[in-house]
């Protein structure tokens, strides 16, 4: 079973900052992607950036600037650090992992269960 877990969400003011982290933990080989979507109240999912395997970072349309992800390899880690928060980054922001979990390039697409942000005042 592969588990993602995601930690770090809650309720910010405008102007504010949180880092969401997300730990894989299960049986794969290796990943090969992981990164952050987020959901808006009453829009679809959007990318709000990802990393993959071999530390090439790629964001969403409009992420670039006030959103980060960093990894930590060796604890299966990703982060999401958000800056200068505001009232329309509010959504649920959802863990996604592309793991290989066999031979040759046998992969599986995950989704964590979600953390709600919420940026108000």
């Known amino acids: 079973q592969v588990q993602l877990v995601e930690s770090g969400g809650g309720l910010v003011q405008p102007g504010g900052s949180l880092r969401l982290s997300c730990r894989v933990s299960?049986?794969?080989?290796?990943?090969?992607?992981m990164g952050w979507y987020r959901q808006p109240p009453g829009k679809q999912r959007e990318l709000v950036g990802e990393?993959?395997?071999?530390?090439?970072?790629n964001y969403g349309d409009s992420m670039t600037g006030r959103f980060t992800v960093s990894r930590d390899s060796t604890k299966n880690t990703v982060f999401l650090q958000m800056n200068n928060l505001r009232s329309e980054d509010t959504a649920v922001y959802y863990c996604?992992?592309?793991?290989?979990?066999?031979?040759?390039?046998?992969?599986?697409?995950?989704w964590g269960q979600g953390t709600q942000v919420t940026v108000s005042s």
């Open positions: 996604a992992a592309q793991l290989r979990i066999g031979s040759w390039d046998n992969t599986a697409n995950y």
């Open positions: 299960g049986t794969f080989l290796d990943i090969r992607i």
């Open positions: 990393i993959t395997s071999g530390g090439t970072i």
